[in-house]
């Protein structure tokens, strides 16, 4: 944790003194600087409230739990908001349904975008794990609200491109 991210979650804990020491992550979404930024941008606003990931991605953090709070970071690695998780499924990827594409906060919020997009993007982890893709595969899906968050020094971006 950056020291900009570690006074964000100062100033968190200090509204929220029953709040941990440490968030369970901080991460960011997106592939690159850019996403990430526009990721964090849907975050704040409160269009994307979903989230996903290939267990394989979580080793070494953990998988989300309700309840757990982390730091959304931008593209820059400054810190954006506190969420808390709310709910965490294992699903497969191809029984994700249109809700959860819709609050994936994305693209045209459609499944069938959500699908290819990310489709897309778990064939090339995949790759890079050496792990076989196939729309059995199984996801985290995580739904989360916003819980904190400091805008004032963050001027939004516009664009996406995974998270």
Partial sequence: MNAEVSR?????????????SEPFDVFRV???????DGGADLIVSGTKTA?????????????????ALSVVI??????RAVVETMQVSQTPFG??????????GEWDRTLETWKARNGAHYRAVCEGLGLEWHQQ???ICERFKVVFSDTAHHAPSRSMSHG
């Fill in 74 to 79: 931008d593209g820059k690695a400054r810190p």
């Fill in 8 to 20: 964000f979650w100062s100033r968190f804990r200090a509204a929220h003194p029953d709040a941990g």
């Fill in 137 to 139: 595969r199984e996801l």
């Fill in 51 to 67: 989230t996903s990931s290939l267990p394989e991605e979580l080793v070494d953090i953990g998988i989300p739990f309700p309840g």
């Fill in 95 to 104: 029984e994700v349904d249109a809700k959860f594409a819709h609050d994936y």
């Fill in 30 to 36: 997106g592939d690159t600087d850019e996403s990430a």
